[in-house]
Each structure stands twice: as structure tokens, then as C-alpha cells.
């Protein structure tokens, strides 16, 4: 790579704009670490106009990103968009293809399109590379790839989304509402104002699992469906009889291989309340690996937030500053096996059921009767009275069931009209 | 580098004779990896006949390390003796100047010899890694020189020595004395069977500050006298009043810039039993590091033992394999500024402080009048009888007070005959 490096950043929300400030300030220290001169060579964005701390020089703007490509020569380009098609897709698949590095902290894209953009950038002989997808400043993928890269992975998991672990945590400590704890979460910037459904109903975390399964196993990215549950239907109620239990919920992404088979998912779960992983609190990131002979790793960190990801989008320009070229996931496209799904309705765990009920004789009875013939077995029960409404809350843990047992049960709760809504299920990790 | 790539191992103990077995069982993984066949080339020990899970070819094997770079072509030498001199540093200077890349897990070489040593690998243009150096498997150095390479890091610490976790933990767990811990410890292979005093008197955690101190603030590597107290006078009655106290005691190493000063130091300390670090226990090493902008990060796993030494040697063999040539300490030796000392006499913190005591009047007062003498006050008081001995144990809180006042105190309270040894003190984290 020649001395004086140019950069360009697409989009300039809230991400780009902390990084293009960082590239401003580090520059440098940059150049010590990688004896590379660094020259912000082009900005793309939606709207020049917008509010921003800084004035964007004219002459490297480019209202259309795709421009930059033919119109500049840049070495490294950002892209901070975000979408997982669109834009973002067409500028990351030019840009390879005309032998820039790529670096973004787009988890959407990468989980959609990770391996055919791997390729084309292996073709190319360019870095394709995306620590910040993955929680955030902690250097996960890196420390996969390298720290622990002859590890024999079996398991990782962890919590991946910071605005779901915000808003269990703050449910439990202010004692309030999911929707109006989402609201103190917008206001404060850890959820997205307009439409925060894809952190809470559990696709960014998948996402996220999606990419350290391929890096963790060796293999490409899974396209198959996999379990998938959000923290939506979570009221305080069941935080608070969780508290009670000794348990706190967490949303966990999952990622293991059970005989061979890769087993991913994203569902709340129950914690013992004296774990490691039920202490990480707030928008805290932490993945836990399993790895021969490295024993259990655990990292920590912030998740989100534009600081945290500039840090790690900085972490990957000085990698390919020091002329580190890589395999963006680790080995060769072509040596990246596929692997068999674990069947779901195999997937055994204890389960926390709640139901809301009519307070009615024989409902307790037919509940109890359905979890029998479905082979469940119940390890504790609690019944809530709600006098006033006539209702109750009829919470159960189980012994272990598999999910097969779990759905033909819920299934044939579902015409019973005494049962007032979908029952809530967690399971216990 | 050429593709086949010869390898020697010099040291075969313990972790030596894991390593090679690794070596040989991950060869097709490296090769898919990096692309470099690997060839285990010069194996050096002691003694060739030591009862090994393995038969040693005589024709690779040398009683003498230094004939191995006169007599074959190595590419990559493996330093596993462990001395901070001798033939370690022998082998480790002679290999950088042939141009051979090493490898070691030697923290102490690397504490007093880093610094001369990364300067011939550096002239040599070949690499000198060291990742196992700290906190076993945990890629913390890699983590530090790239996963977080722009960040501004000012504070780093942690549970840096597994042996006296693992003693801590255990008294605690089993409410027996240090003496039997220690037993236990060196029967399970935790604690060196011989002497483990460079374990215990906190110098092998100071190594490792040292070492992370040079990382993370870019500066060489310090030859000033630090604080360093170990474990050996903490006994079980500490950490049960600690316990009461809602405390736990971890000998934590800390390393910071204070007003631009360096200031690193490994001593007990009190923490509070909830927090993140109280709860790292057994043989776990965990960091945590400050910096901007990536906020706090921690990163845990298991911190000595073959198995994790081994997983980051490995990682440091795939980083020279393919082909990422690094400055040893992340910068240009030149680059690397030093940094003034902190005062350590204005080192503040609460104390807690135990006085071992004849239970005659007037001693008592005695401690609390050479305490306000010099401006310590008192936080809380316990005071336990030994009635049968007519003796007493002190036990004081002491409100934040720096290390000259209690310095002074401490020393004041020297010539008092009815203090029966030397008072025990412990930090407050």
C-alpha cells in the first residue's frame, strides 16, 4: 500500500460523523502506528444540509456514493449506512470490485450477504472487514480470527443487543412498563426513535449470531431459519417472579454445534441471578466462548454507541494500514464448509409459562392436564389472584421438555377461551 | 516467507511438551489457515531422556539450544524455558539476530528484557511476540496493540496471577488457612511445587503490569521500584472479616496515568463482593481496561496452564504466518516515549488495617491517637477478644488517607510492644 492512504466514508448519521472526527484526531497517531499518512478523500450522505458538527468541504462531497468510485481514487472506503440491500450493497460490492478495502459496521449486510461479498473481495485481494458489527468496541471477531485462532470452537454466546439488555435491566431497576421503558430508551439514543422492532424482536442479535457462527465453525453464513424471539411480550410481571425465583431475564444470541450439528437461535432466557451473564446490566455487550484448549473466554464491552463502533472501525483501517491482508472470515471462501441444522423440536429446556387466566374452576385443572399429556412435568407452580378482574396469573417452571412437547402443548391450549392471551414463554439457560 | 516453514521448541516442560502436541495436531488447520506448512524442525530440553507422552527423533533434538541456529534452518523459535535470563535471553537474542521470529510466553524476560530485545527483532525486521506472557489464553496484548489500536487508553487492571486467585478463592471456599491453601494449590499443579514465592509476593502479576503498561500508554518498558505486596500475610481471618464487610480481598495489578504520570503497582485489596471483579474466582485472570472511546471492556478466561498458554502461542505463530510483521510493542521502538513515576506517598485510599494486640488498657488508644496524630480518621472500628490468649484483633476502616500519612502511622506504632506483629493492611479498591 502506497504511503498517503485516501478514505472515504459513506454516510454521515450519527456513526460517520463520530468517525470522521476520530480520522481527524488520530491522524497522527495513525501514522506512528502504521507509518501511513491518512486523507479523508471523500463524504457521502443523504443530505449535505444537515446539521453537523463539522463543515463538509464541497469538494470532496458526493451526493451519490456510487460517483466516488469512478471520480476518486480511494484506498479504504467506510460504509455507514447500514441498510442490508440498497446502497449499502451496491457500494460495498463496487467499491471491492474496483480493489478498495472495505470496512463497515453493517451486521445487516453482512449477515445477508457476508459470504458473496467475502468472495469478491478475496478475488480482489482486498480487506472486507466488520468488527463493529458485532458488539460493538469489543474486538470479537479479531479475537476469534487471531487470539484464539486454533481453538476448537464448540460453543459462543452471550448478549449481542444493548437496547433489549437496557430495557430488562431498567424494567427491573425502575420498576416500570416495557413501553415506557422503551420510551426512556429512545429518548436517551439506546433505541432507534422511529421503529426499534428489528433490535427488539431479536433479528440484530441473530444477525450478529449469524456472523460468529461463521467465523467461530469455519463455515458459511447459515440462510436457514432459526429461532427467533424478542423481548416484546416481556411485562414486568415476569421480571419481578423471575426476581423472585432468583432468576433475571436476559436475551441471549446462542450459537453451538450439537453432534456436529450447528445449532443457532435468539430467544429471552432465565438466568441464576449470581451468573456472570446476568450481572452485565445496562447496554453492556458480553460474548462468552468455549473453546479447546482455551478453556471459557468471556469479553465485556460497550455494545453500541457511535464511540465504541468508531473504535472498532478504527481497529480495522489500522489492520489493513499494517498491510494485514485477510480472509474476512478467517480462511479461504472455498474452504468454508456448510453444516447440517440441529432440529429445533429437539431443543430441551426447563421452562418459565405464564398464563393469564379467568379465574374460573377447572382452569388451573386443564392447564396441568395438557402439560401432562405432552410428557411435561412441572417443578414449581404459582397462582397470582387478581380479585378485582377476576383474573389470575398462573406461572409454571417445568422440567425439561423439548420444544416438540413445548408447541403441541401451547397448541392445544390455544382453543381454550379461559386462557386470555398468548401464554409467555422463557427459557431457563 | 517461503511455505514451508521450520519450527523449533527450546524448553520442554510442561507447556514445551503441550505446545509440540498441539503443533502436530493442528498442522492441516494452520495450513488452511495460513497457507505455510509447518515443520517441527529442533526440539531442545535438559533432558532428552525425562519421561515425555512423547519419543523424542534424536535428530532434531539439541542439549544445547544455541547449536540449533548454527545447525538448521529455522524460521520460528519457540522460547519455553522461562528464566527472566540465562538461556532464555541466550537463545531469544541470538535467534532475532539470525533473523529468526520468537515466540514466548516468558513474562519475565519480557518485564526486564523487552525492551532490548524488541529492538534487535525490530533492526531484524522479524517479529518477537509474547502474548502468552499475560493472562494466558486471554489475547489482551493483541486486543491492546490492535482490537482497540486508536483508543486512548488510561487505565488497565485486573486479576493477574491465577495461583493467588486461585488461593484467595479457595480459603474462602473452604475457610482453612493460607499455609494449607498453598499445599493444596502446588498438589493440583496451581503454584510452582518448588518455590512459588514469584507467584505470591505479587511479581509475577508486577511482570505482567509492566508489560501491559508499555502497550497501552506506548512507552518503554519501566525500571522504577513500584509498590508490589503479595498475598502471604493475608490469613484466613482477613477475608472472613472481609466477608462481613461485604468484601472480598483479590490481589489485583493496576496501572494508570495520573496527571500524565505512570503509576503501576500490584497489591491486595478489598472489593466489593457485587461487583464484576470480586466475582472473578479460582485460577480466572480477567482484565479490564479504560479508554476512549471505547468505554470500559473486560476480557476473562482461564489464566495459566499449557492448554491456554498454548491456544496464545499459537495465535502469535498464525500472526507470523501470515505475514503480519508488527512492531513487538505495537509502535516503533523509537516512538516509545518514557513516563515520569507517580508519587506513591500520595497514593490515597481507605485502609483497612488489622492490629494483632495484648488486650491490656490503654492500647486502644494507643492506635487511634498515632492514627489522628497523622490525619487518618476512622470510618469503623471492630474489635475482636481472644480472650483465652488475653489477646485482641483490631480491626479499622480507615477513612481515604494517602500512603505517606499511613506510612508514618504505621511505623509510629513500630516500638509499641503491645502490638504483637506487624500490622496487616489492605487497600479498599
Do not use: W
Not at 179 to 201: F, H, I, M, S, T
Request: hydrophobic letters at 40%; charged letters at 25%; proline letters at 3%.
Amino acid at each position: 500500500m502506497k504511503q498517503k492512504v485516501n478514505i472515504a466514508i459513506v454516510g454521515l448519521g450519527q456513526i460517520g460523523n463520530y468517525l470522521f472526527n476520530e480520522l481527524r484526531l488520530k491522524k497522527k497517531d495513525i501514522e506512528i502506528k502504521t507509518g501511513k499518512k491518512i486523507n479523508i478523500a471523500a463524504l457521502s450522505a443523504k443530505n449535505i444540509n444537515k446539521k453537523r458538527k463539522f463543515k463538509i468541504n464541497k469538494a470532496i462531497f458526493f451526493k451519490n456514493p456510487l460517483e466516488i468510485i469512478k471520480k476518486k481514487n480511494i484506498d479504504v472506503l467506510f460504509e455507514v449506512i447500514g441498510q442490508s440491500d440498497g446502497m449499502s450493497k451496491k457500494i460495498v460490492e463496487l467499491a471491492l470490485k474496483n480493489k478498495i478495502h472495505v470496512i463497515t459496521p453493517n451486521k445487516a449486510l453482512i449477515a445477508k450477504h457476508g459470504d458473496y461479498l467475502s468472495n469478491i473481495a478475496e478475488r480482489n485481494k482486498v480487506n472486507l472487514e466488520f468488527e463493529a458489527s458485532v458488539a460493538g468496541g469489543i474486538p470479537i471477531l479479531r479475537t476469534i480470527k487471531e487470539g484464539v485462532a486454533t481453538n476448537k470452537i464448540n460453543k459462543v454466546y452471550g448478549i449481542l443487543n444493548g437496547t433489549c439488555n437496557y430495557i430488562l435491566s431498567e424494567m427491573e431497576n425502575s420498576k416500570d412498563s416495557f413501553k415506557n421503558v422503551l420510551k426512556k430508551a429512545q429518548k436517551l439514543g439506546y433505541a432507534e426513535p422511529g421503529n426499534p422492532k428489528l433490535d427488539l424482536n431479536g433479528y440484530d442479535a441473530l444477525a450478529k449470531i449469524k456472523i460468529l457462527s461463521s467465523l467461530s465453525f469455519n463455515k458459511s453464513i447459515s440462510k436457514k431459519k432459526c429461532l427467533m424471539e424478542g423481548i416484546e411480550n416481556i411485562e414486568f410481571k415476569d421480571i419481578e417472579i423471575a426476581n423472585q425465583l432468583n432468576f433475571r431475564i436476559k436475551l441471549l444470541g446462542i450459537t453451538d454445534l450439537v453432534n456436529n450439528k450447528l445449532f443457532e437461535r435468539v430467544h429471552p432466557c432465565l438466568v441464576k441471578k449470581d451468573s456472570y451473564i446476568a450481572n452485565v446490566s445496562g447496554v453492556m455487550n458480553a460474548v462468552i466462548l468455549h473453546g479447546n484448549p482455551i478453556g471459557e473466554s468471556v469479553l465485556q464491552g460497550e455494545g453500541a454507541g457511535p464511540g465504541p463502533t468508531s473504535s472498532a472501525l478504527m481497529s480495522d483501517l489500522l489492520s489493513i494500514l499494517r498491510g494485514n491482508i485477510k480472509f474476512p472470515f478467517g480462511i479461504s471462501g472455498k474452504k468454508r464448509k456448510s453444516i447440517l441444522s440441529y432440529d429445533l423440536r429437539k431443543y430441551s429446556n426447563s421452562l418459565y409459562l405464564r398464563f393469564e387466566v379467568n379465574d374460573k374452576p377447572g382452569v388451573l385443572s386443564q392447564i396441568t392436564r395438557s402439560l401432562a399429556i405432552c410428557n411435561i412435568s412441572i417443578e414449581r407452580l404459582i397462582q397470582i389472584p387478581d380479585h378485582k378482574n377476576k383474573k389470575a396469573s398462573i406461572i409454571i417452571i417445568t422440567h425439561r421438555t423439548n420444544e416438540l412437547n413445548a408447541n403441541k402443548c401451547l397448541k392445544s391450549l390455544k382453543i381454550n377461551r379461559n386462557i386470555l392471551k398468548i401464554p409467555t414463554r422463557i427459557r431457563l439457560f
